[in-house]
């Protein structure tokens, strides 16, 4: 493995459970709504805002911490609903995120973005296992010959 798959598979450790946490609500309720608990919410505003990317600016983490540009513009999507959600929780609780009107959309764009992540992420094991990779990144609105 090359350091540079090593540095994105390092960032993508980070990554890809909190886009997972952020897909299913009733492990929210059950982990970040728990206050003994460790992880909380915020903890996934750090991730995805800090540490590991940059869900305003996701297209300079393309290469780092996202595969292609559809991870790119779902985690542009992913951080509008954050932001949406965030004007809606004034005291910046994890109850009122998850009370908010803009909650569902991040849990559906955090579902499509969860999908894609894995796929690729599936699809580059494959190709460490595969002389020649006979897989392609799952891509969009593509029919099996365009690929």
Request: charged residues 25%; hydrophobic residues 45%.
């Amino acid at each position: 493995m090359s350091q540079d798959a090593r540095h994105n598979a390092n960032f993508r450790v980070h990554l890809v459970p909190v886009v997972l946490a952020l897909a299913n609500p009733p492990w929210q309720r059950e982990v970040w709504l728990d206050p003994s608990a460790f992880e909380k919410l915020d903890h996934v505003f750090h991730t995805l805002f800090d540490d590991f990317c940059d869900a305003d600016e996701p297209e300079r983490y393309l290469g780092t911490s996202l595969r292609t540009e559809e991870e790119v513009t779902l985690m542009r999507e992913l951080g509008a609903a954050l932001n949406a959600a965030a004007a809606e929780a004034p005291n910046d609780t994890d109850a009122e995120y998850l009370q908010a009107n803009a909650w569902p959309e991040v849990v559906a764009v955090a579902g499509r973005l969860a999908q894609v992540m894995v796929a690729n992420d599936l699809w580059e094991l494959a190709a460490l296992h595969t002389p020649e990779p006979e897989h392609q990144p799952i891509i969009r609105g593509r029919s099996e010959q365009q690929r």
